[in-house]
């Protein structure tokens, strides 16, 4: 071989890696679609640009539902170290009238706090032990459909794959790429969040919610962690009371009212400082797939407009992904049976968080839901299983999801996890 023969070969483009499915993006979407993928034989790979660990800004709360999809995974509590489980929820109302709502206790787990940085580590080694292929410190640079595959261009080279899932999060690059953004959109939500050290003992223990009414519909979060951490927040809807250009100094003024100085304790220190980010709620609002892409978690605008929690559902629809493409024939459309399943699954339930974010908006209509969901026993238990995604938020208004240990159901990991191979 001559010189300029071997320099002509190291300035050719590599090749592009084939496989059946790339997943673009390792949070809990992109893992929960690799991990069924790889289970079920599917040769799969996952980019991220990130290296893992990698912190998320959230408020890091499991519900129920979250909870559910984790178990099914084979997710080992023990191997998230900042694992947290909840078992009192004290909700606010903007008058400041304070109830406990207590979730079932010694029935399996029903709400948890986990650092995200742990968590989605957690995710990505379990999506590893099934078999997929991880890419990390690897940014997907464009996505190109063709009739019969999809090119996913990276900073490490192209990947042909006959399938891609975007779960890329709420600024979506395979959403841009493919055309498919709604002009302007920049999420239905935007949060803060700062870690507390040394905070109060019930703020490290239980898990706090108060609607103020210069945040309505939105609402002020205290969840615990160990070690007598908190993660400390706030969401507001975007076009409601506050301006999102506001929120810097709103949370200073958050932090010095009389009760959050109360409830975090006089010896609470920030660890680091407050970060934001969009949250992303319409899962009937963006398109799910495009011909040979599938959107799932943010990407998919998944999270729910009441209380803007994704995890659950992105954790959902990164399963529903994987089982369309598993069980869709060669030549069927993966990416149309996924979009009528999501739909089907979370539709109505966003409708109806919809509505009650429209009471919600109002002090008079917070304060009447709050009161009526802690009028007895019976409501304060069954709102906290609610409101934490043990059952779906339109269940009464869709009776094919009846069933009759409905308002029973014990939470997850009543077992200990054994290890899937
Ligand atoms: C302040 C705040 C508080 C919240 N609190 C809660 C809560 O308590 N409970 C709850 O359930 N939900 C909460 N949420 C929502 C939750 O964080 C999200 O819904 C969830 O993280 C969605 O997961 P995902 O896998 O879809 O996306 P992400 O977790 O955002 O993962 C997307 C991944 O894509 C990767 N990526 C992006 N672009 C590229 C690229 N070009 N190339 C390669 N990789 C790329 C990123 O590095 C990232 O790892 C909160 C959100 C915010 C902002």
């Given amino acids: 071989m001559t010189t300029t023969e071997a320099s ?5 483009p590599a090749p592009p890696v084939r496989r059946d499915v790339v997943v673009v993006g ?22 991220d640009r990130a290296v893992f660990p990698r912190d998320k800004i959230c408020g890091d709360g499991l519900t129920t539902g979250a909870l559910r999809h984790l178990e099914h995974l084979g997710l080992d509590p023990a191997s998230v170290g900042s694992w947290q489980e909840v078992t009192n929820c004290w909700i606010s109302s903007p008058s400041g009238t304070t109830r406990r709502f207590p979730l079932p206790r010694g029935q399996g787990t029903f709400a948890v706090v986990a650092r995200r940085i742990d968590l989605d580590e957690a995710l990505v080694d379990l999506a590893r032990s099934a078999g997929a292929e991880l890419r990390e410190d690897t940014s997907v640079l464009d996505t190109i459909e063709f009739d019969d595959h999809v090119r996913v261009e990276t900073s490490r080279g192209p990947i042909d794959a006959r399938w891609c899932i975007a779960a890329d999060g709420m600024w979506s690059p395979v959403r841009k790429h493919l055309g498919l953004t709604v002009p302007g959109y920049r999420g239905d939500w935007h949060a803060f969040r700062q870690y507390f050290t040394n905070v109060a003992p019930a703020a490290a223990r239980d898990l706090f919610v108060r609607f103020e009414s210069d945040l309505l519909p939105g609402y002020f979060w205290s969840f615990p962690l160990p070690d007598g951490r908190a993660n400390v927040g706030f969401g507001i809807q975007r076009g409601a009371k506050v301006a999102v250009g ?11 009212r009389e009760w959050a100085q ?21 899962i009937d609002g963006l398109a799910l797939c495009a011909h040979r892409t599938l959107f799932v978690g943010d990407a998919a605008a998944a999270c729910d407009p009441l209380t803007g929690e994704g995890i659950g559902q992105a954790l959902l629809t990164g399963r529903r992904a994987a089982e369309a493409i598993v069980t869709t024939s060669e030549r069927g459309d993966a990416a149309r049976t996924y979009a009528a399943q999501v739909t089907s ?34 409501t304060r238990r069954n709102f906290a299983r ?22 029973s159901s014990p939470g997850a990991f009543r077992e200990p996890v054994v290890p899937v191979a």
């Fill in 8 to 12: 002509e070969q190291d300035l050719a």
């Fill in 26 to 47: 390792a949070g809990p979407a992109g893992t929960a679609a690799a991990i069924e993928l790889a289970r079920a034989g599917v040769d799969v790979t996952v980019v």
């Fill in 246 to 256: 506001d929120m810097g100094p709103l949370w200073a003024d958050l932090l010095s």
């Fill in 262 to 282: 109360e409830l975090l304790g006089p010896d609470a220190e920030p660890e680091g400082p407050h970060r934001a980010w969009p949250i992303p709620a319409r």
């Fill in 345 to 378: 699954d979370l539709v109505a339930d966003h409708r109806m968080s919809m509505l009650l974010v429209r009471a919600m908006r109002h002090r008079k209509g917070a304060r009447t839901a709050i009161r009526l969901a802690g009028a007895t026993p019976w």
């Fill in 386 to 407: 609610w409101l934490f995604e043990d059952y779906p938020r339109a269940i009464v208004l869709t009776p094919r999801r009846w069933h009759h240990r409905m308002l």
